[in-house]
């Protein structure tokens, strides 16, 4: 069983992750068609290569050992682009992935994690005192003594 992170995640953690899991569903949505026109070519590859064995044996060794690297290079190729396309099969669960309106909304809202984040970090929390201000009297003397104020 997996410890439990005793500590939150930071902010910029937080900002890091949102931003590549946004890149990591732009890039799969962007390639698929790519991989799977690219396993399609392996694929005829493959019958290619089972059709000039059946019709040309290559006798010498030299020729077989041509063909096994050229099976092992395409299988390589392909296992790559089957790799990433179960990946992204896993990833088409969440409704959004084949939905333009869902995926629009998808970054949306990764936008505005990432830029709330980025806001938080930017602007350090302030408060202004209403009433107990005998509590604040050493910071307000830190920040009138850095900003260059005499009491």
């Not at 069983?1 to 005793?6: E, F, I, L, Q, Y």
């Not at 569903?25 to 493959?46: C, H, L, P, T, Y």
């Not at 790559?80 to 970054?107: A, C």
């Given at each position: 069983?997996?410890?439990?992170?005793?500590e939150p995640l930071?902010?910029?953690?937080?900002?890091?992750?949102?931003?590549?899991?946004?890149?990591?569903?732009?890039?799969?949505?962007?390639?698929?068609?790519?991989?799977?026109?690219?396993?399609?070519?392996?694929?005829?590859?493959?019958?290619?290569?089972?059709?000039?064995?059946?019709?040309?044996?290559?006798?010498?060794?030299a020729e077989k050992?041509?063909?096994?690297?050229?099976?092992?290079?395409?299988?390589?190729?392909?296992?790559?682009?089957?790799?990433?396309?179960?990946?992204?099969?896993?990833?088409?669960?969440?409704?959004?992935?084949?939905?333009?309106?869902?995926?629009?909304?998808?970054?949306?809202?990764?936008?505005?994690?990432?830029?709330?984040?980025?806001?938080?970090?930017?602007?350090?929390?302030?408060?202004?005192?209403?009433?107990?201000?005998?509590?604040?009297?050493?910071?307000?003397?830190?920040?009138?003594?850095?900003?260059?104020?005499?009491q």
């Open positions: 069983m997996a410890k439990k992170r005793k930071t902010i910029d953690e937080v900002i890091t992750t949102v931003e590549n899991f946004k890149k990591l569903i732009n890039f799969m949505q962007q390639n698929v068609k790519f991989w799977d026109e690219e396993i399609s070519r392996a694929d005829k590859s493959f019958t290619d290569i089972y059709h000039f064995c059946e019709l040309r044996y290559p006798t010498e060794r050992t041509k063909v096994c690297k050229l099976i092992h290079d395409i299988a390589t190729v392909r296992r790559q682009y089957k790799d990433l396309k179960q990946l992204y099969d896993v990833l088409r669960r969440m409704e959004f992935i084949e939905n333009p309106n869902k995926t629009n909304k998808f970054n949306e809202v990764c936008n505005q994690v990432i830029s709330k984040g980025r806001e938080i970090i930017e602007n350090k929390r302030q408060y202004k005192t209403r009433e107990l201000h005998e509590l604040w009297i050493d910071t307000i003397k830190e920040e009138d003594d850095a900003n260059g104020y005499e």
